[in-house]
């Protein structure tokens, strides 16, 4: 029997039972979809059954839950069974047909134009008919009863993926109090000192590091009292030394960005070992765009050979034919510190060259955030000191010492002014910190 209220018919459900008369059967196949009524019905009715109505509805469940979804079709037999059916026996006379049909109870009037006769038909109808039925249940306002049920289906679902339980809502956490400043307890000469090195671009942490060292270790063992010698000693000590130089022939190569001085340095280098020294000199110059003119200018007055050379291969050349005592300075193409192609193809010819000293030529005039974009940007090449050059033209000397701090480089060379004799200096730490402490 049809479970109350779960099928869309109002026509009785029956089940291998005849409804239209006793000859010819309607019969009411039941399942859990068409795929499982259309079998049964080709079986016991065969090929040519028709179908008469389909209807979808539920069945089972306990009060109202869990109700499962099945199909009902009612069909009759084909045409040529149905008419053997009714086909009157053979020894039948008239008189008992007439009487047979007045007794007999009238069959309830079928509608076939409605229901489909072929299979294909039938299930097309059958899909329509449930597209039609998902719609009207997703109807919004729908009964609370459909809802919690298929909540409550979907709780004891076996697929069903368990619901994580909520994330407890964070903690209130109160805002951290502003930092306070305490200035050091240091002596009004420390406290200047502090204000005046940050002023000529050095880093304040730094500064405070270099002042408090100064302040507690060196202060208490100074017997005349006086704290800027101690502050410039202690700047010094923070800068790492130079290397010693091996013995023999000496490649000295400066890089840098352009018009940061590399020329100058190259020629100021040579000039002055070719003036003072007894090693031979020889300039080299890769890929210059003047063809080596500006470095010729400068030096050929002393004698000094300056070679261009186009690749690494032609550099290496000109070195190996020099003495074995000689003093190589090498000038290198400029190159931006984000340039990283060239970078890169530069460094692989300064490899070739097996430089033994690689000074990064740093502008004395950059801001800090620029000076150490350029060091860090430029040690692939295998920087190993820092030539500061336009020191005479600015008085914060500062970012440059801080970067080389930063960088654990050395400084190797100062240079100053435009000329060509006496603008570059080996650099003492000791008078450059003194310098900047004042």
Known sequence: MRPRGSLH????????ESSGGAAVQQRTFRGRSLADVLPQIKEELGEDAVAVEVRHGRSGGVGGFFAQKCVEVDAVPGVEEAAQALAPPDDADFESLLAAAQSAPAADPVVSAAVPGSWDQLIEHAREAADERAAVSEVPGAPRAREGAS??????????????PPS????AVAAPAPMVEVAPSWPDAALAIQRSLSGKGMDAGLVAEIVGEAVDHLLPFSSEGALRPLVAGQLARCLPPLPRRRPGRVVIGFVGAGGAGKTKCVSRLALAYARR???PVACLTLRPKDHGAELMADVSEAGVAVHAAEDAAGACAFVER???RAVVVVDTPGVSPKAEAELRALAAELRRLQLDECHLTLPATLSPWAAGELVRGTRSLGVDALALTHVDETEHLGAAIG?????RLPISYVG???????????ALVEALALELVG
């Open 151 to 164: 909540a409550l289906a979907a709780l004891f679902a076996p697929d069903a993926a368990p619901v994580p």
């Open 403 to 407: 970067a080389a701090i930063d960088a």
């Open 9 to 16: 018919s109002n026509e009785p459900a029956l089940r291998g």
């Open 168 to 171: 407890p809502a964070p903690a």
């Open 322 to 324: 020099l003495d074995e």
């Open 277 to 279: 020294g007894d090693r």
């Open 416 to 426: 100053r002014g435009g000329g060509t004799r006496g603008g570059l200096r080996p």
